[in-house]
């Protein structure tokens, strides 16, 4: 069984029952699909995959097929995905995939099989779900993979004055630096003014390229400009108090006023989301003091451990 080969088309369609058309390049939205395709959706079937040499024998039918009339989103040569068991992982660059479903009842508006009588994504076919979203191009490398998801993370600060430029950001970058000390790529750091709307689309950004920790620092306060926590709780799925919840207690102990943040922290799809305080000294802190039990977290979040409990 083959275990890498070569994308040889990415299609899109933006109707379902439609051909789906080659694009040069297609983004991979965690748990979501390809961006701009009419069947990425929360559900299972996010991506549908096919074999280049499936395709070359259905043409030697006769029909002149193109790549993306079968509804499939990635060709690749050297795979004949229906070999691959349910819960087979592949990577394509920064992206993930994990096989959920193999071969599918063919609808009753299929456009192939209206146009020729057959075709062949029920029997061939196989569909997976995102774990780890980014660009992919044809002529990228596919593989199976069973390396685990690296543990990513990105930085925000919320500051009015430092987007400006009227203030050195010294939060974010001590922020990314005790990552990248406990062991985790930092993708990306940035900082935004203190507005919910903008904050919030940094965070789905984020999240959907899948990056695991997506840490803020600033806007936890009481200022009327303070609204990090609005915009995590509008971004998030699930909350997830006890890890602010760990910050402020750990804080009370160096000073009263601790019990004034609103931080709070959130799961949304495959990544988590936690509010820090503002300051350098704060953010050492309240960082090196979750970090150990985050790393437990994303694992379970991610799927790679399911056990919470220690012996």
Known sequence: MNTQGIIKALCTSEK????????DEAFFVTEYGVRGDAHAGKWH??????????IIDFRKKGV????????ENIVADGFHFRDLPIGTRLRAGDVVLEITQIGKECHKSCAIRTQVGDCIMPREGVFARVLHGGTLRPGMELAVTTEP?????AVIT???KGSRGEREDKSGPEAARILQEAGYTVVDSCILPDEKDVLAAQMCAYADLGIGLIVTTGGTGFSVRDVTPE?????CERMA????????????????RAMLSRATAGLTRRSLIVNLPGSPKAVAECLGFILPEL????????GDTAECARK
Do not use: C, N, W, Y
Request: proline content about 3%; hydrophobic content about 45%; aromatic content about 4%.
């Open 16 to 23: 379902k029952g439609t051909l789906k058309q080659p694009v």
């Open 45 to 54: 079937r996010q991506v549908s995959l096919l074999g280049e040499q499936e």
């Open 64 to 71: 002149d097929v193109k790549f993306g009339a079968f509804g």
């Open 149 to 153: 998801i690296i543990m990513d993370a």
């Open 158 to 160: 919320a500051s009015d």
């Open 231 to 235: 915009a995590t709780q509008e971004v």
């Open 241 to 256: 108090p006890g890890i602010a919840e760990a910050m402020r207690s750990l804080s009370m102990q160096v000073t009263h």
């Open 295 to 302: 790393a437990h977290g994303l694992q379970i979040l991610r």
